[in-house]
Nanobody
Framework: QVQLVESGGGLVEPGGSLRLSCVAS????????MTWYRQAPGKERELVAL????????NYADSVKGRFTISRNDAENTVYLQMNSLTPEDTAVYYC???????WGQGTQVTVSS
């Protein structure tokens, strides 16, 4: 079955960086667009970044443009989210989501605090 497993979250100081990973299984990864969402306490889940199948196109939320980079390694069935210049407003649970299969990962907590 379709499965997504995120990792890489943690506690980081403002201005720091983290790289999230999402390992996918149960479907042909290379043929699927992949996304990262996040949900902060008391807020709705929001789309952070998207990468098309083959990695030819990416899109970002305005709040993360220039700071976050989504990428993928089809040989390893993995999608990444490189997060730089983190601020406390980036604190959230980050989720990997595959739209084609409407499946979510379990989420990984990112906390930005001094």
């Amino acid at each position: 079955q379709v499965q997504l497993v995120e990792s890489g979250g943690g506690l980081v100081e403002p201005g720091g960086s983290l790289r999230l990973s999402c390992v996918a299984s149960g479907f042909i990864f290379s043929s699927a667009a992949m996304t990262w969402y996040r949900q902060a306490p008391g807020k709705e889940r929001e789309l952070v970044a998207l990468i098309t199948s083959g990695g030819g196109s990416t899109n970002y939320a305005d709040s993360v443009k220039g700071r976050f980079t989504i990428s993928r390694n089809d040989a390893e069935n993995t999608v990444y989210l490189q997060m730089n210049s983190l601020t406390p407003e980036d604190t959230a649970v980050y989720y990997c989501y595959v739209p084609k299969w409407k499946r979510w990962g379990q989420g990984t907590q990112v906390t930005v605090s001094s």
